[in-house]
């Protein structure tokens, strides 16, 4: 018999912000993240003590999905910026280093909780004002007319995640790869509502990256053995397809729970066994070319299928049936029975293709809106990383069609937006606080608090002991290399700011990025002829950093908000 345990009481702790341990273990968390983030940031091995593959990487979904968080604070924290991951893909270590920045800045401060929510609230209202307005100074608009800007965008995405080991010949060649794939899955005769496709990241490790390329339609990965059953092909206008999501293997594993009945002296391998040669002369009948089954095909079926001159492909796999059935027009056909003529589509051809070690039966669509991505690493996890990011670097093109903006990269916007805070707190009070029952001397507190967040959060982007300084007329993040002279002219140490925008040549003055300085008001509304003369910009989605803006003010909110944790211990 087993011996019953007395249940345990809760677990409650009042003020949990307050406890050392708390504080130690939202540092260590910020150190992890912080040390991430940028293209200088280093990387972090995930690995089971027990054994098993070695990740390495310094993406926040790798990063916080393997990260063991036992404090539901961390959990708090952790759990809002995989759920902004899930949805926009990129952004997390900016979320995270963010809503770090401004739990601890704000419990310096000693002001409550109520105030200090209520101000996070207006400051971050103010913030997406200014980034959805025209005269926003970091946000460019995206001329669809034009690939450059998207180059930017994707090329900055790939050089933020240095654990892909791209070199600069291999970041262009993956960009306009991505670029090329993004462009095909948008239809020709898209109008207001636009439905996009799908690109297949297909995988060939231990090849070269410059070998990557783009096709469209679908590879399927076929043995050689089976390559050499399907050849010849034979030339044809089109192909008529039959997609298949149940089994052709005759076995019984399909039919669903419950009793099977057979007669007596019934062979019920050879009932199931005629019932898929009626099938396959059904299939012939009606002059099917393809037949692509999800499962398995028995092999009298493909022999018979191949005696007729139909090429029979099994074994696809679940994960490219939604894009072979927008591929081919074709529904899924779900069962043994009559089949409805509906049920059959098309392609325009049929070829197979050799990569690398592997060969593919390569489907050409009539209408491209899905294409394959065939994507090279020299390693295992070096290809991990990689396509993790050109995932990231899709949705985040996706995303600019919805919002046909993006946001300067680099820390600029970060530092901008400071600046900006810092003018309108300064000039502006009354319009911010409006009937809050705050005073202006805690908007100033709070306002200093937010800005020194943004601000470190810039700062986090250098590794190296380097010094960051911001201009005294953009307010962009400029950074100058560890062991600088102390007096110098800043123009000669200086190339260009973080986003790429400004040269230091320009007329400008600049001061430490943490030193006292008096609030100035930053030049808005970017010149076109500035975004336009300049070729390599960083950049970020626009779409992802303002949720990622969003997200982690109202988690360090909701962070400072909690009086008391409750845990049950049984």
């Known amino acids: 018999m087993t011996r019953l345990e007395a249940k345990k009481p809760s677990f409650c702790r009042s003020e949990p912000l307050t406890s050392e341990r708390v504080k130690a273990t939202l540092s260590v968390l910020k150190g992890i993240v912080t040390s991430c983030y940028g293209p200088a940031g280093r990387l972090k091995q995930l690995h ?11 993406q926040s979904a790798a990063l916080l999905a393997n990260l063991p968080v036992t404090h539901p604070i961390l959990k708090i924290l952790t759990t809002s910026v995989q759920n902004h991951v899930s949805c926009f893909s990129d952004g997390g270590l900016f979320t995270a280093i963010l809503c770090c920045n401004l739990v601890e800045n704000v419990q310096r401060i000693g002001l409550t909780p109520t105030t200090v929510i209520k101000l996070n609230k ?60 993004f462009l095909l899955i948008i239809p020709e005769n898209a109008q207001d509502h636009i439905i996009l496709g799908k690109s297949i990241i297909v995988p060939l490790k231990h090849q070269r990256v410059i070998d990557s390329t783009v096709l469209p339609g679908i590879l399927i990965e076929i043995s050689e053995v089976q390559l050499m059953k399907i050849l010849p092909i034979k030339k044809s206008d089109s192909f008529k397809v039959a997609l298949f999501c149940v089994s052709l293997s005759g076995d019984l594993s399909d039919t669903g729970e419950g009793n099977v009945v057979v007669s007596y002296g019934v062979s019920l391998e050879n009932a199931v066994l005629d019932q898929l040669l009626n099938l396959g002369r059904q299939l ?92 090279c690493n020299r390693n295992d996890t070096a290809w991990d990383e990689l396509k993790l990011t050109c995932q990231t670097a899709l949705h985040a093109l996706q995303l600019t069609i919805k919002e046909p903006c993006v946001l300067l990269g680099g820390g600029c916007t970060e530092t901008h937006l400071a600046a900006y805070i810092r003018h309108k707190t300064r000039s502006e009070p009354e319009g911010i606080l409006r009937d809050d029952g705050c005073t202006q001397t805690e908007l100033q507190l709070i306002a200093e608090a937010f800005c020194s967040a943004l601000e470190s959060l810039a700062g ?26 102390s007096v110098v002219n800043w123009p000669d140490l200086l190339s260009r700011c973080g986003c790429g925008l400004y040269s230091s040549q320009e007329e400008l003055s600049w001061s430490f990025l943490r030193s006292a300085r008096l609030p100035f008001v930053p030049q808005t509304c970017l010149p076109c002829e500035a975004t336009d003369s300049a070729g390599n910009l960083t950049l970020d989605c626009f779409t992802a950093k303002l949720s990622g803006l969003q997200v982690a003010v109202e988690t360090a909110n909701l962070i400072l908000d909690l009086s008391y944790v409750i845990e049950d211990k049984n």
Not at 51 to 57: F, I
Not at 158 to 174: F, G, N, Q, R, Y
């Open 284 to 375: 012939v009948s009606d002059h099917v070319d393809l037949v692509l089954c999800q499962k398995v095909i028995h092999p009298s079926l493909k022999q018979f299928l191949r005696t007729h001159h139909v090429i029979a492909v099994d074994r696809v796999g679940v994960a490219v049936m939604e894009p072979l059935s927008k591929v081919t027009g074709t529904r899924p056909i779900g069962s043994l029975d009559s089949i409805s003529p509906s049920s059959y589509g098309s392609v325009k051809d049929l070829c197979t293709a050799k990569f690398g070690f592997k060969h593919f039966f390569h489907l050409i669509p009539n209408e491209v809106t899905v294409c394959s991505l065939l994507l």
């Open 48 to 58: 089971n003590g027990l054994g098993g593959s070695v990740r390495t990487t310094s």
């Open 122 to 181: 207006q400051l971050l209202s103010l913030c997406i004002s200014y980034l959805k307005s025209e005269a926003c100074g970091c946000r460019i608009p995206v001329n669809f007319s034009s690939t450059q800007i998207l180059l930017c965008l994707v090329r900055s995405i790939l050089t933020s995640k240095p654990a892909c080991m791209l070199t600069t010949k291999e970041v262009d060649h993956i960009s306009t790869l991505i670029l090329r794939a």
């Open 460 to 485: 986090s982007l250098e590794h190296d002991g380097g010094e960051i300084l911001t201009d005294g007329k953009y307010g962009h993040f400029w950074s100058v290399q560890a062991d600088s002279p």
